[in-house]
């Protein structure tokens, strides 16, 4: 069964304190890895599209990347606005469907 | 920025009523979504809809759930009798064309009473 698992589930930081969010996936033929963030009370706010294994993309202090089975989220010196929770989805099916991990909650403390 | 918008914010109803949600995809979009999260739980796919025909549901998208494209701008999910546990943020998303990534809306948080 296709499955995402996010972990840690959460990550409390300091301010400029870099760190790492983990979404490991085991899936058949992988369409793409979405990273998305999600504020309290927001819809997930996407971030990042990766589609093949040594992919990176980078935003502000954000960076992803990606392997055959896992993909990485680094927060390089993150600030307090950087606290939220950070969901992982990888598409399945024809294009048609996200299935979402539980999240990271990232809180940083100035 | 153009956005996905999502009414009402909050609906409260008595279970058994039926409930409509409303959903504005972003305009030139051509892929429409539901999705829901339960509190605490993860982002659930319910139903996705394309060239005016649902393409995928989920096995939580039963006969109690009907999706609709009335017009050229809006989405709406309907639920006949809802129950206790249809009580989640109902989340819509919209995207543009194949491989591009979804965007969601601020959902509706649906309480049934």
């Known amino acids: 069964e296709d499955q995402v698992t996010q972990s840690p589930e959460a990550l409390r930081l300091q301010e400029g304190e870099s760190s790492s969010l983990n979404c490991s996936y085991t899936v058949s033929g992988l369409r793409g890895l979405f990273w998305y963030r999600q504020d309290p009370g927001k819809g997930p706010e996407f971030l990042f599209t990766l589609y093949s294994a040594g992919e990176e993309k980078e935003k502000e202090r954000l960076k992803a990347t990606l392997t055959k089975k896992e993909s990485f989220l680094h927060i390089t010196a993150p600030k307090p606005e950087d606290s939220a929770t950070y969901l992982c989805a990888v598409l399945l099916g024809g294009d048609y469907k996200l299935s979402f991990g539980a999240g990271t909650t990232v809180t940083v403390r100035a | 920025e153009p956005e996905v918008t999502q009414t009402p914010s909050h609906q409260v109803t008595q279970m058994g009523q039926e409930v409509i949600l409303r959903c504005v995809p972003i305009?030139?979009?051509?892929?429409f979504y539901w999705y829901r999260q339960i509190l605490g739980q993860k982002v659930e796919f319910l139903v996705s809809f394309y060239n005016n025909e649902i393409s995928e549901k989920s096995e939580i998208f039963d006969d109690q759930f009907s999706v609709e494209r009335p017009d050229g701008s809006n989405f709406t999910l309907k639920i006949r009798s809802t129950k206790l546990e249809d009580s989640a943020m109902y989340f819509c998303?919209?995207?543009?064309?194949?491989?591009?990534?979804?965007?969601f809306g601020d959902g509706t948080r649906l309480s049934i009473l």
């Open positions: 998303a919209s995207k543009e064309g194949a491989g591009q990534p979804q965007h």
């Open positions: 305009s030139n979009h051509l892929y």
